[in-house]
């Protein structure tokens, strides 16, 4: 009685390994690995976003911009446009002393002197320049230059003088008359061409008895 279980486990067994080859046998080739499969993929995760190399930080320089001086004008090269100089004129008057008040410094009682000769002298550019006139029945006398200019006679260039008068008369020093009278600027006169400067007045001594 005791080989009955025995051979029931030997029958079992032997049933167990029919089994598994049965299975073996049966499988499809494609269930073995094949010696000449591909070598496995090795998928590279890589980053979409590409490493960007970050610029520089911009530094901003402010410049000035210096623009070349203006070359200067030559004033031969582009001269002014030529103005008109502007000359001279004299106005005056010459008397004559009263016997009264001769030799002194004054024209009390004094009268017109006609025909007296009067000079206006100026030194210019190292050149004398004379003009010379007589006066009217009044005593005036009256010079317009072509020569002498406005600036000549505001530098002290000219001066005023007695000459001579009828019957002999001796000029006095009154207000320069020997001496050389100043020229006291008054107004432009001719349209501003002639600018006139006023005279004395001027004397000369009496004759008396």
């Known amino acids: 009685m005791a080989k009955a ?5 030997i029958l079992i067994c032997f049933s167990f390994s029919v089994f598994a080859l049965e299975l073996d046998t049966n ?3 494609s269930s073995f690995l094949s010696t000449h499969a591909h070598p496995p993929h090795h998928h590279h995760h890589h980053n979409h976003h590409s490493h960007v190399r970050a610029k520089p930080p911009t530094h901003y320089i402010h410049t000035t911009t210096h623009f070349p001086p203006k070359p200067s004008i030559h004033p031969f090269n582009n001269p002014d446009p030529k103005v008109s100089p502007v000359y001279a ?3 005056g008057q010459v008397l004559k002393k009263s016997c009264k008040h001769a030799g002194e ?5 004094a009268t017109p002197l006609p025909g007296a000769v009067v000079k206006v002298q100026c030194l210019i550019s190292a050149k004398e320049v004379v003009h010379t ?7 005036f006398f009256h010079i317009e230059s072509t020569v002498i200019k406005l600036e000549d006679v505001k530098l002290g260039k000219c001066k005023m003088f007695l000459v001579s008068a009828p019957n002999g008369l001796k000029p006095s020093n009154y207000n320069g008359g020997i001496e050389g009278a100043l020229c006291l600027p008054m107004e432009r006169i001719k349209n501003g061409k002639l600018f006139l400067f ?12």
């Open 5 to 9: 279980p025995i051979l029931f486990l």
């Open 27 to 29: 499988l499809p080739p």
């Open 89 to 91: 004129a004299f106005h």
């Open 105 to 109: 410094n004054n024209l009390i009682e």
């Open 133 to 139: 006139q007589t006066t009217n029945e009044r005593g």
């Open 198 to 209: 006023s005279i004395g007045p001027l004397a000369f001594e009496p004759k008396c008895p």
